[in-house]
């Protein structure tokens, strides 16, 4: 059985503790929907055998589901419609393409009926070149520039749907790009409610300590808070359209209860401003955060209890301000491409390595494999817990309790602390770590000079290369001698 640290892991699933992963037939969460460990004891994802792909493309590779990616975004799309339904209101989904983005994955998300949230230039460049309808296409950031403004004020027919401002003085510094350009900008103001959610400190956006946002909160009685000052600020310039107000409270969240009181903190100074000015914005976002199943057991956040669980908060908090229910909007990445993706390695070295005395374990197995912290940084900057199987073959040696680790300088080059492996594994055997679709390629980088791994998506028997290998001539071409 996989030992974890820094999640919560639900109730354990017994036939788990088989070596080598579970017997024939769908492995289930964590690994992608259409993954199945077939009669030879290989398992293919989309109809595609893993040790044909791996020889194929090589390791590291990223793999996506598309049809998990796909059936994700629309079982959220679908449970918020419903849910909003119910109350009359309207709901939109904006991907986040953080999680990862590239031109095929943009399509994928239209296609799916949401639009794309974006937080940089590349990210912005991404989804345009991609073909997503400007209208449909968000841009966030604490310290925007002016190439970024610049384009999401012109392109498409009158600029991109929304720019979410962070600050005070952004306030004054879009309108002043709008105006310089002749156009008007769409904005939204991101907001800070105090409510902490999330995996991890550095994941976890809504509470005050930290550089996103503006808190809806006064410093002192009496006073207006920065929020409201921010929010009076844009009202007052005529570039400025101000769509709504946007709370994104953290990351892997897993319990709803913080949306509930984010978007009663939101709705609470949506009228506030509306009595002060008249003005009741029409959008509430309520950013993204949905949590996901990383290890076997986990339990993911249901799409329909968080779209049932937040339309009631927000038409409460609508009823309880005497305001008309809000258009909502939502962010999601992670849950999105988060568990339609894993990543392939190569298992090398295998080394046996005795703990000092009166540790837990008197020896721990140290595999080590192809890639490492360079395409997967989560478990060295947050803790973050991860499950590993060996993919190309079933074991009947025991298990044994292993450490995945990558092939960078660091001791610290840690993808997987804990997991049971069967005795035997060796050089030459595949591993696959599950749930690495979001946060994984796009916050990969190239230390040690190790080039980044390619990702390719499977569906119904065909691999469709998405973004190519990096190499080391790619690497030296950056290298101005
Ligand atoms: C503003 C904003 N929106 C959306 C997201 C996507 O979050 P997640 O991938 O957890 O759904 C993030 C990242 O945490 C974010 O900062
Ligand atoms: N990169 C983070 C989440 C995104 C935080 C952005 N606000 C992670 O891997 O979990």
């Given at each position: 059985?996989?030992?974890?640290?820094?999640?919560?892991?639900?109730?354990?699933?017994?036939?788990?503790?088989?070596?080598?992963?579970?017997?024939?037939?769908?492995?289930?969460?964590?690994?992608?929907?259409?993954?199945?460990?077939?009669?030879?004891?290989?398992?293919?994802?989309?109809?595609?055998?893993?040790?044909?792909?791996?020889?194929?493309?090589?390791?590291?590779?990223?793999?996506?589901?598309?049809?998990?990616?796909?059936?994700?975004?629309?079982?959220?799309?679908?449970?918020?419609?419903?849910?909003?339904?119910?109350?009359?209101?309207?709901?939109?989904?904006?991907?986040?393409?953080?999680?990862?983005?590239?031109?095929?994955?943009?399509?994928?998300?239209?296609?799916?009926?949401?639009?794309?949230?974006?937080?940089?230039?590349?990210?912005?460049?991404?989804?345009?070149?991609?073909?997503?309808?400007?209208?449909?296409?968000?841009?966030?950031?604490?310290?925007?520039?002016?190439?970024?403004?610049?384009?999401?004020?012109?392109?498409?027919?009158?600029?991109?749907?929304?720019?979410?401002?962070?600050?005070?003085?952004?306030?004054?510094?879009?309108?002043?790009?709008?105006?310089?350009?002749?156009?008007?900008?769409?904005?939204?103001?991101?907001?800070?409610?105090?409510?902490?959610?999330?995996?991890?400190?550095?994941?976890?956006?809504?509470?005050?300590?930290?550089?996103?946002?503006?808190?809806?909160?006064?410093?002192?009685?009496?006073?207006?808070?920065?929020?409201?000052?921010?929010?009076?600020?844009?009202?007052?310039?005529?570039?400025?359209?101000?769509?709504?107000?946007?709370?994104?409270?953290?990351?892997?969240?897993?319990?709803?209860?913080?949306?509930?009181?984010?978007?009663?903190?939101?709705?609470?100074?949506?009228?506030?401003?509306?009595?002060?000015?008249?003005?009741?914005?029409?959008?509430?976002?309520?950013?993204?955060?949905?949590?996901?199943?990383?290890?076997?057991?986990?339990?993911?956040?249901?799409?329909?209890?968080?779209?049932?669980?937040?339309?009631?908060?927000?038409?409460?908090?609508?009823?309880?301000?005497?305001?008309?229910?809000?258009?909502?909007?939502?962010?999601?990445?992670?849950?999105?491409?988060?568990?339609?993706?894993?990543?392939?390695?190569?298992?090398?070295?295998?080394?046996?390595?005795?703990?000092?005395?009166?540790?837990?374990?008197?020896?721990?197995?140290?595999?080590?494999?192809?890639?490492?912290?360079?395409?997967?940084?989560?478990?060295?900057?947050?803790?973050?817990?991860?499950?590993?199987?060996?993919?190309?073959?079933?074991?009947?040696?025991?298990?044994?309790?292993?450490?995945?680790?990558?092939?960078?300088?660091?001791?610290?080059?840690?993808?997987?602390?804990?997991?049971?492996?069967?005795?035997?594994?060796?050089?030459?055997?595949?591993?696959?770590?599950?749930?690495?679709?979001?946060?994984?390629?796009?916050?990969?980088s190239t230390?040690n000079l190790?080039p980044?791994?390619?990702?390719?998506?499977?569906?119904?028997?065909?691999?469709?290369?998405?973004?190519?290998?990096e190499s080391v001539a790619d690497l030296l071409a950056l290298d101005l001698g």
């Amino acid at each position: 059985m996989t030992a974890t640290s820094g999640h919560d892991a639900g109730p354990a699933d017994d036939s788990r503790d088989l070596p080598g992963g579970l017997p024939d037939g769908p492995l289930g969460l964590p690994w992608p929907r259409t993954a199945v460990r077939r009669a030879d004891g290989s398992v293919a994802v989309g109809d595609v055998g893993l040790p044909e792909l791996a020889a194929a493309q090589g390791t590291p590779l990223y793999v996506v589901d598309e049809r998990d990616m796909r059936e994700r975004a629309a079982a959220l799309r679908d449970a918020m419609t419903t849910a909003f339904a119910e109350h009359g209101a309207e709901v939109e989904l904006f991907y986040a393409g953080k999680a990862f983005l590239c031109r095929a994955v943009a399509r994928w998300m239209s296609q799916e009926g949401l639009g794309i949230d974006t937080a940089s230039l590349g990210e912005l460049t991404t989804a345009l070149s991609a073909g997503v309808d400007a209208a449909r296409v968000g841009l966030h950031g604490n310290n925007k520039s002016d190439e970024e403004l610049e384009l999401a004020l012109t392109a498409g027919d009158k600029g991109i749907g929304r720019v979410v401002l962070d600050s005070l003085v952004e306030v004054d510094r879009v309108a002043d790009v709008a105006a310089g350009l002749g156009v008007r900008a769409r904005v939204m103001l991101r907001v800070t409610t105090g409510v902490h959610a999330g995996g991890h400190e550095y994941i976890s956006t809504g509470h005050e300590d930290q550089k996103f946002g503006l808190s809806v909160h006064p410093a002192r009685p009496g006073e207006d808070s920065p929020a409201l000052t921010a929010l009076l600020a844009i009202l007052a310039r005529p570039e400025l359209d101000l769509l709504g107000l946007h709370s994104h409270i953290g990351s892997q969240i897993l319990d709803p209860a913080g949306f509930d009181a984010a978007a009663r903190e939101v709705l609470r100074v949506r009228a506030e401003l509306a009595e002060r000015t008249g003005v009741l914005v029409p959008e509430v976002d309520l950013g993204g955060g949905f949590g996901v199943a990383y290890l076997p057991g986990e339990v993911e956040l249901d799409p329909e209890r968080i779209a049932k669980e937040t339309a009631a908060a927000v038409v409460e908090a609508a009823a309880e301000t005497g305001t008309a229910v809000p258009r909502v909007s939502f962010e999601p990445g992670r849950s999105i491409a988060g568990p339609a993706g894993l990543t392939l390695y190569t298992v090398g070295t295998v080394k046996p390595v005795r703990l000092p005395e009166g540790s837990e374990l008197a020896e721990r197995l140290y595999v080590s494999i192809d890639g490492g912290m360079g395409d997967n940084i989560r478990p060295a900057l947050y803790g973050a817990a991860y499950h590993a199987e060996l993919v190309g073959r079933t074991s009947s040696a025991p298990p044994v309790r292993a450490r995945v680790v990558g092939k960078h300088c660091e001791s610290g080059d840690i993808v997987v602390h804990d997991v049971d492996l069967p005795a035997d594994v060796h050089a030459g055997d595949l591993l696959a770590v599950a749930v690495t679709g979001a946060y994984g390629r796009s916050m990969a980088s190239t230390y040690n000079l190790l080039p980044r791994p390619g990702v390719v998506a499977v569906r119904d028997g065909e691999v469709t290369p998405l973004v190519r290998r990096e190499s080391v001539a790619d690497l030296l071409a950056l290298d101005l001698g």
